[in-house]
């Protein structure tokens, strides 16, 4: 079957260091593969996406490469703010999964002042 | 945009009454929704599969009486939680699925989330 497997947390930074988040994932088929970000006491946003191999997602600073030969979906951010505090999710759609999302268990992250 | 709104954001309720929860895609058509479940600090876990003018699909272990899912319209999707109980308390997170002609993508919209407690 399909997972998702996401860096555990909590991961805590200071404003403007560097942010890695690993995602790696199991699928059948061209997965579709996603970041979601969660801030408190909301529901999900769509960070980014990447539809093929080699595809590069980026939104707001934060990118993401889709790796078909290390089956990895890595985020990235040069230089984190505060108000990139939240959880991230990574998440894949696979065409053998009734187009279904399968997420990781995401992964909290405070940015410090 | 691809905007999904969720009503209400909030609901307390007493054990044994029912709480109906909407879902809206506003600026778009989606034939297809979702309905999560989300524990605190945890992932997202789905409960359901509703396609406009079918009956939903379940999860595995998801009770469909009493979890009803109704998906009228395009853009209206409704999840009615019956005899609610205090094991019931918790985040529940729609999403939806654009339509496109020919197809659709494979992009969900989430709404915001209802808290639903069960006093």
């Known amino acids: 079957g399909n997972s998702v497997t996401q860096m555990e947390g909590p991961v805590t930074l200071s404003e403007e260091a560097f942010l890695t988040i690993n995602c790696t994932y199991t699928?059948?088929?061209?997965?579709?593969l996603f970041w979601y970000v969660q801030y408190p006491g909301e529901g999900l946003q769509l960070l980014l996406k990447?539809?093929?191999?080699?595809d590069k997602g980026s939104n707001k600073g934060f990118e993401a490469t889709y790796r078909k030969e290390t089956t990895s979906f890595h985020l990235e951010k040069g230089s984190v703010q505060v108000s990139d505090s939240a959880v991230y999710f990574c998440?894949?759609?696979?065409?053998?999964?009734?187009?279904?999302?399968?997420f990781g268990s995401g992964t909290q992250l405070t940015v410090l002042p | 945009g691809a905007v999904v709104s969720q009503h209400p954001s909030r609901v307390i309720c007493k054990s044994g009454t029912s709480v109906k929860i909407e879902c809206r895609s506003l600026?778009?058509?989606?034939?297809?929704m979702f309905w999560y479940r989300q524990f605190p600090k945890q992932s997202l876990m789905l409960m359901a599969t509703?396609?406009?003018?079918?009956?939903?699909?379940?999860e595995q272990g998801v009770e469909k009486d009493k979890f009803l899912i109704n998906h009228a319209s395009l853009t209206l999707s409704t999840l009615t939680v019956t005899s609610a109980h205090p094991e019931d308390s918790s985040f529940y997170i729609c999403?939806?699925?654009?339509?496109?002609?020919?197809?659709?993508?494979?992009?969900?919209?989430f709404g915001p989330g209802t808290r639903l407690t069960v006093l």
């Open positions: 999403s939806a699925r654009r339509s496109l002609s020919g197809g659709y993508t494979d992009t969900q919209y």
């Open positions: 699928a059948t088929g061209y997965p579709s």
């Open positions: 990447a539809t093929k191999a080699d």
């Open positions: 998440a894949l759609v696979s065409s053998g999964s009734a187009r279904q999302l399968t």
């Open positions: 600026d778009f058509q989606a034939t297809t």
């Open positions: 509703s396609n406009e003018g079918s009956k939903a699909t379940y």
